[in-house]
């Protein structure tokens, strides 16, 4: 039995690819726009967007050709082709502004430029334009359904956008850099004040402005105490029961130390 079942599969594999081919090679865009349905509703993205890339321009004018441009894009977005779906989806949106499918495409042109964005140490520009794009469907589609996936994304990127700041300012920390670090966690709290990655800037901040104090001349030293110690209070005025209040105390009671033979 298991021996006819196989046989059966591989007859009805080779049928199918071989009708594939036949459309493939056809020259007739409607049958090939018809089998790229069937491939599309069967999972079968790439032989789906193949045919409806041949049926594309010769149905132009035809009454399936919405229905072919939003599904010749959702496959390339299946496919993991960010880039030539977003096109496809965009074109749509410009063909088609009164669809019933126009917000939905509107939708993946957000994901698309979100599945593009790497992580937060790389180049984010595509994130820049996701939320620019994002900023868009929200003002046009403010009680749409994709609305919470929208706002998730949203965040999502806006954290990576945070996180390579606060990275960048740690690194000049972690370097030594200390004026530069306390200067950049300064900018950080301007351009992301109300960041989860707060509590751990303002920490470093302080153990940025307490090691230049700790490390300066003699003729710098009291004034940049002076300074950390503000930072100190600041960070525990805002974070009284953060995990790094242990490390904090001990570094600012240097400080004081310092203070007092200066």
Not at 61 to 90: D, I, M, N, W
Not at 256 to 262: R, V, W
Request: proline share 3%; hydrophobic share 35%; aromatic share 16%.
């Amino acid at each position: 039995m298991k021996k006819i079942l196989t046989i059966l599969s591989v007859i009805f594999i080779t049928v199918s690819c071989g009708e594939y081919q036949k459309v493939l090679n056809s020259g007739n865009p409607l049958e090939q726009y018809t089998l790229a349905e069937k491939l599309f509703d069967q999972g079968k993205y790439a032989k789906a967007e193949r045919l409806y890339a041949l049926a594309d321009e010769p149905m132009k004018t035809h009454p399936k050709y919405e229905r072919l441009k939003f599904h010749r894009a959702k496959s390339l977005y299946h496919l993991k082709q960010y880039h030539s779906a977003g096109y496809q989806f965009r074109t749509f949106t410009q063909l088609f502004p009164g669809s019933s499918k126009t917000e939905e495409a509107d939708y993946y042109i957000v994901k698309c430029y979100y599945k593009l964005v790497p992580e937060y140490y790389r180049d984010l520009t595509y994130g820049t334009k996701m939320l620019e794009e994002a900023d868009r469907f929200i003002r046009e589609y403010p009680d749409s359904k994709f609305l919470d996936t929208i706002n998730d994304m949203t965040k999502d990127i806006t954290l990576r956008f945070q996180r390579k700041d606060f990275e960048k300012a740690k690194l000049y920390y972690n370097l030594e850099y200390y004026k530069s670090a306390v200067k950049s966690f300064d900018l950080f709290f301007i351009d992301h004040p109300g960041s989860p990655l707060r509590e751990e800037a303002h920490y470093w901040r302080f153990m940025a402005a307490a090691n230049l104090a700790l490390n300066s001349v003699e003729s710098k030293k009291q004034e940049r105490i002076k300074n950390a110690l503000k930072y100190y209070k600041k960070f525990k005025q805002i974070f009284p029961e953060s995990k790094y209040l242990n490390k904090v105390e001990k570094v600012k009671k240097q400080l004081e130390t310092q203070l007092k033979s200066a």
